[in-house]
């Protein structure tokens, strides 16, 4: 256990980094001034200057940071990042979350290049007793494109969105010899079938062999569902289906990563479960960051177009000091946010 929680921490380090990289890489190619480039956070082991840029390593193996010169307030330097037009600084910004998306789409196209078939969202057939094999209902061939609202790109996706249903009918969309056909309020609901021990569905489904192009496929749209599980489960945090108690932080990330390590039948299955696991932290940051809360990327970005909006109408700059007033009060929520999300990871650690 204590082995897959070091390599845990690393490569949540890794990510940060990893983003901070894009952000660098980017700022240098669009010729803004970037005075530190550091892997690491806390007391410095480690520092060179080379040109105008001091690149350190930091002991806390958790993060980075880069620092552009007029990031965060005004510099006469016309290479400083205030000075920038919009559109140099919205890429930028934006380049740290594309990164995290890109780290793990990789990821996702490692670990999918390894399988050998695919379970496709395609009816194969009915176990005995199945109620609703009909014109007016399912048959086999049927490829169900959607379950309430939500599209269904892979057998995984069915299984999610059959369970968030509660076993309450659903709303289907399936596609049938080319035409796609509404199933509204439709009973699909577990019950028991003969020869099971537990309420199922009564559906099978049919396997697709793997190809270079099914891999490659299987890999973005699982990158896609997992941007979609952020977007979900931010709609179950307002509307009161999930709360505070149901998030985790980077402690509770990283006990779960090496809860995922210990419990796996073998090494290559650990390095498997642990990749995919990284991969969707790496996208849940690359999502998270592009929100528009203050002290994160995305409220940059809204602060970006918001004074493109008043540039435009008054033809004057909005004052940067506002920006730093919502960023610091952001910056302040969202420690206090961590703080909380902390003890309620340590909670449930001792619990």
Known sequence: MA?????AILMFG?????????????????????????IGMGPLL?????????YSLRAIPMGGFCAMEGEDDDSDDPRAFSNKPAWKKFIILVAGSFMNFL???????????????????????????????????????????????EH?????????????????NMDLVIERNGQKLVREDFPLVPREYPGYDRLMYGLTFTVQEATPFTRLQQSWYSA????????????????????????????????????????????????????NFVAFIAINLAVMNL?????????????????????????????????????????VCLILLMVVVAVNDVLKLIQ
């Not at 082995?3 to 390599?7: G, K, P, R, T, V």
């Not at 290049?113 to 199945?130: L, N, S, W, Y």
């Not at 509307?239 to 995922?260: F, H, L, Q, T």
């Not at 990327?297 to 940067?320: A, K």
Request: charged share 20%; hydrophobic share 50%; proline share 4%.
């Open 3 to 7: 082995f897959y929680i070091i390599i």
């Open 14 to 38: 890794v990510l940060i980094a990893l983003h901070e990289f894009g952000h660098f890489i980017t700022a240098k190619l669009l010729g803004v001034r970037i005075n530190e480039f550091s």
């Open 46 to 54: 480690w520092s060179q200057k080379r040109g105008e840029t001091q």
């Open 103 to 149: 780290t793990g789409l990789v990821l996702l196209i490692l670990i999918f290049g390894q399988a050998t078939a695919f379970v496709t969202p395609v009816i194969a057939d009915f176990m005995e007793g199945f109620p609703y094999e009909s014109e007016a209902g399912l048959l086999p061939g049927d490829r169900i494109v959607s379950v309430n609202g």
């Open 152 to 168: 269904i790109f892979s057998k995984s996706d069915l299984d999610f969105f059959f369970s968030r249903a509660g076993g309450e």
């Open 224 to 275: 896609v569902d997992m941007v979609r599980l952020v977007k979900i489960s931010l709609v179950d945090l307002f509307s009161g289906r999930a709360g505070i108690k149901d998030m985790s932080g980077p402690i509770g990330i990283v006990n779960a990563i090496g809860e995922v390590g210990a419990e796996s039948e073998s090494r290559m299955d650990a390095l498997m479960n642990i990749l």
């Open 291 to 331: 929100l528009p809360i203050p002290a994160l990327d995305g409220g940059r970005i809204f602060f970006l177009v918001v004074n493109g909006i008043f540039t435009l109408f008054t033809r004057r700059r909005l004052d940067p000091k506002y920006e730093s007033y919502v960023n610091a009060a952001g910056f």
